[in-house]
């Protein structure tokens, strides 16, 4: 590896890319219509019914423009930083002058609530001046710069204003005045990480490699003895931000906030999901720039750990809500799952920043399986209904009737006191087009089937393509040269989708059999105006078995058809999901739908208590069973229809 | 109904019943030898590496025999009560005079504790003097008086000595002071109800009946609105004994503590499982004694959705551990269920009382369920070691990694702060003989069949029986006449089981046909000494499957064997247990060990990873599977042996 950036594929400029595409569009133009303006009334109180976000009147308070107090979580700051940065991703394809005005009015008053040194923070400012970095393991102060830092540069790179990364550079400084591992600086870092990888942002943005360096010393300090989370707490006279005044029997417990050792030694995926991957991502990062081939390996032994032990069929992480953590290899319960919206946009991140260190498919697969199943599972059709929580099996009278199943929502909620996921999903799609192509020196890589534009210079080359797919419906996908100056030979690279057994090329309606390498079909050619790489793909409908030590779903199946994992909703197959059960040998037939998404139907069956006594509970008579049609509907769509029950992995008769 | 106590059969005193029986004698032996002894240790703080008691150190400060803090739950003081309890059972069949030496002691010291006025807490004494009374919902203060009361009834029938009585009288009559209907006393009730079924026994054991009517009080009183409950919360400013000082937003869930509604218009057991059946044994008593219909009604309501809709196959209760409590109808998990040992000794306690009321099989066959296969399961072959979760699936890597699960434990544990289920699975051990037979006015009932010798007087002649019994091994038991005066008929009646398919019944060898009735088989004769009734009971292994709206137990099947529930060991079946499964037409075949136990073993199947790819955690490849010896194991001795993984519900093939 070398630290030169330019060797590795590199995504896009946002502003190079614009999404046209019959499945996302649909979801592009959600974010941008619906999602943005109905989060600014979030933001202003003014939703009915939901919980306030009351940030935008903290930000005024701090500002001196209102009088009151502090409302909301210690880390409220954040909604408008992350609705800052799907502004800045979504104006830098789709300009619109009446939303970069209120845009511009909120980073002004976040410019009147920042300190004379820099420092932003308004539950500091105004719930406990004077407490500034005294509890980073609660508080997410560095947590919050973090998503003022990210907000800045999208912001920059979307409309070329730089007022609000004048002020993220203001707070970035004093926080490398603060911090750091000189004399008379704090061998510090924050509980929830999220500094780490906002810092590389702004020096990507900015060049200046202090930027740079801070984020690595953030990451090196971590995990070192002896713990300067436990020190703080020492300091601090064993008191939890939680629960003021208690002096807490319990330290901090480091392994949650990926703590309990140097990161470089880590090779299990612990603790607190989203701030892992946001780890993850930083360290990725680093590696990258700073050609680190340890941090890096550290890394692949992360992603291997999590992916290929630790991971949900939806390319969800973290198997329990408490703490909305991790918990051990192949433990992954499908009732009680936590597998938080954020955490899978969080493994995104990891997965594109592995991308531009390795092209492997693997990491597109899981970037894929995420950004279809999770992440869009996460809003609801109407933008304004969200999942945090996206739960493998629902039993909506257990959600309500049992308290270990309480976070399991059958309805997607208007709005949470801690609205991390909302503004999250936002910002993800808003910049969905980085996800979808990388250019190297002279490759251009496809991560993504994600119909779209795109332009970059390849070998010298002045070159705009079209992305067309069918995705997820329809396995035909392709890949024009719309413009390109010039001549010489580069390369198209697609990614060759795990789930697509057999995988048909064509150049201009010529079969190839490109070099398919690590997951990727590699075609160079001196490409010319007008060529035409295309893919067919296998959408046959398919079963997927997890090992045997996943103990949850021994002798259960779940069912995929292109990137998209199926489940089973009472609404389309009755109450008691547990009940029905699909043979083996069952053909699983695709039934295109009016709006040509695709349902999966298939002959199984349904036991039944016919031919059961009712006056015990448990009974001698074996369940009758008799012949039902059975439907699977794609996950990511689950409950938006009538509210009820839903599995992902059915029982199989072998 | 009437009140006379003489038409309902009763269970015989504890004196006129001695347990000899292959089986039970040595659990009686144990609780006599080793656990009265060992929680003795325990009450005086002497167990190495246990949490300590602090019981006995609590009355010597309160007696002012001893300086120091109050320590331990604000019921510590029911270790000691429960213990004597025990004791007391115990000497009733069995004295020992160095025991009854420090019991009597221990006695000696609960009344040097005693107030002027009758109070007696160790807690209020010494901790909180002055707010007697003020926080019923979380101190336990009426829940501890019948803790004494109960031991007191013990111990006068075990050794014929007042002085405990006389201390608990002194407290009831405190009580009945301070509580009641009438002007100037208050009108409420515990948050854990036990005070009424130890005040009926105290009525039953003095015949005063200011005791009962105490009893029918709180009954009565409970669910009634405004709350009690909810009143002195207000009044005591919104606080709970569980978090000083912390003004609680939510109050207390008047469910939780079956106050909801008055008791009689309740149908569905709900709240914390052991509340709930102490309070239903109490029901019981007063419709019994008070020839209350209705309330008995309300009884049979509970009953039915407890045992019909909420009840685990090994007769325990409680589905989740948050607040050891119900959840709702057909909601019973695995692999998170509570199922506390003592919840289901209360419900043994219930099904008695439902037993005294009309004499059907069904109690019984709950009492034997519950009896062999949870409160058995409670304590280690040891008596030193105790489960109070009785899990229907462990997994013990889950057990420590995943939150949810930290309650269900792979082995027993020394003792616990909160030493409920070691004490109370002594008292009931001790005082079985009070479970096996009851006699009505001409009928003997043999509801278990755990040899003994009993006397009782039948149709005015006095009796002594012989029961022999192989179970739960061998199906065959007797009742023998072993002595019997004067002439006259009487009726034996012994329960048929639900478990035994076909049972064979003799009288002095000669086969008859017994009128059956409500799961009992009456055998009315002038029965003469050296008279044999035998009966042979079906052991043939069988299989038990839950309705399909139980979705835990969806595809899933369970063995039994005779009373015993048995479940399936690592250590005999090797790890991941999910990857087993059981052919539905697999012989179950019964194999006796050495010890003349009976292990259950069939031919059933194992998955296998071995065709799979070992790269990804979700693939194409169908797991594999091989034949492999499968061998069950009575679940009540599970974790005795090496610890591992254990599975009730297996993986059933159609």
Redesign the interface.
């Known amino acids: 590896m070398s630290n030169d950036k330019k060797i590795h594929p590199h995504p896009l400029e946002l502003s190079a890319v614009r999404i046209r595409d019959d499945y996302w569009s649909a979801y592009v133009d959600l974010i941008r219509d619906t999602v943005i303006p109905y989060q600014w009334e979030a933001l202003n109180d003014r939703i009915p019914d939901a919980e306030p976000s009351r940030a935008i009147r903290n930000f005024r308070i701090a500002a001196g423009l209102e009088e009151g107090e502090f409302e909301g979580f210690v880390f409220q700051d954040t909604d408008l930083y992350k609705w800052l940065e799907a502004v800045g991703f979504s104006l830098a394809s789709h300009p619109d002058a009446d939303l970069e005005r209120v845009a511009d009015e909120a980073i002004e008053l976040i410019g009147k609530a920042q300190s004379e040194d820099g420092y932003v923070n308004t539950y500091f400012a105004v719930a406990e001046p004077g407490k500034r970095w005294t509890n980073l393991v609660d508080c997410h102060e560095l947590y919050s710069a973090g998503h003022l830092i990210e907000a800045a540069v999208a912001y920059v790179q979307g409309t070329g204003k730089t007022k609000l990364l004048d002020i993220a550079r203001r707070f970035a400084d004093h926080i490398d005045a603060v911090f750091g591992s000189e004399p008379g600086k704090t061998r510090g870092y924050d509980g929830h990480q999220e500094i780490e990888l906002a810092l590389v942002k702004l020096y990507e943005a900015t060049g200046e490699r202090k930027y740079l360096k801070l984020a690595n010393f953030f990451i090196e300090e971590r995990g070192r003895e002896p713990h300067f989370l436990l020190e703080e707490w020492e300091r601090r006279g064993r008191t939890s931000h939680w629960a003021p005044g208690v002096v807490q029997k319990m330290p901090p417990q480091m392994a949650y906030h990926q703590a309990h050792k140097p990161v470089r030694e880590q090779d299990v995926a612990v603790g607190h999901a989203v701030r892992a991957v946001y780890m993850y991502t930083a360290m990725a990062d680093l590696a990258l720039h700073q050609g680190d081939v340890s941090l890096l390996e550290a890394c692949r032994r992360l992603w291997r750990n999590m992916?290929?032990?630790q991971?949900y069929?939806n390319g969800s992480i973290g198997?329990?809500?408490?703490?909305e953590a991790f918990?051990?290899d192949y433990?992954l319960?499908n009732?009680?799952n936590y597998s938080e919206t954020c955490a899978s946009i969080g493994l995104i991140f990891f997965a594109r920043r592995m991308l531009q260190a390795e092209p492997k498919g693997?990491y597109g697969d899981v970037m894929e399986r995420a950004l279809y199943n999770t992440v869009t599972a996460g809003i609801a059709g109407d933008g304004k209904h969200y999942f945090y929580v996206n739960p493998m099996e629902v039993?909506p009278?257990?959600s309500?009737?049992?308290?270990?199943k309480h976070h399991i929502k059958a309805l997607r909620q208007k709005w949470y006191g801690c609205a991390c996921c909302p503004p999250n999903v936002a910002r993800l799609i808003s910049s969905l087009g980085q996800y979808v192509f990388a250019a190297g020196e002279d490759t251009l890589y496809a991560h993504l089937y994600i119909g779209s534009e795109a332009s970059a210079k390849l070998n010298g080359r002045n070159v705009r393509v079209r992305l067309e797919s069918g995705l997820p419906w329809k396995g035909a996908a392709s890949l024009k040269i719309a413009e390109a100056d010039g001549a010489g030979a580069f390369t198209l690279a697609l990614r060759v989708p795990?789930w697509s057994?057999e995988s048909i090329f064509a150049v201009n309606g010529e079969r190839i059999s490109p070099e398919i390498r690590d997951g990727y079909a590699y075609v160079d050619r001196d490409w010319r105006e007008g060529d035409i790489l295309s893919v067919e793909l296998d959408m046959e409908p398919?079963?997927?078995?997890?090992?045997?030590?996943?103990?949850?779903n021994?002798?259960r199946v779940?069912l995929q058809r292109g990137p998209l994992v199926y489940c089973f909703e009472e609404v389309d197959n009755g109450a008691?999901?547990?009940?029905i059960?699909l043979p083996?040998d069952a053909a699983l037939r695709a039934a295109v739908q009016l709006d040509g998404s695709v349902l999966l139907e298939a002959d199984g069956y349904r036991?039944?208590?016919a031919d059961?006594p009712s006056?015990?509970?448990?009974?001698?008579?074996?369940?009758s069973?008799e012949p039902q049609r059975i439907v699977a509907a794609p996950y990511t769509r689950w409950g938006n229809r009538e509210p009820g029950e839903m599995l992902v992995w059915i029982?199989e008769?072998?």
């Open positions: 992916v290929g032990k991971m069929v198997s329990t809500h408490h703490g918990t051990f433990d319960p009732d009680t693997e039993w009278a257990a309500e009737g049992n308290p270990g795990a057994q398919h079963r997927l078995y997890a090992p045997t030590n996943v103990r949850a021994a002798g779940a008691t999901l547990q009940s059960s083996s036991m039944t208590d059961r006056s015990s509970l448990y009974g001698t008579a074996k369940p069973r029982r008769d072998r």
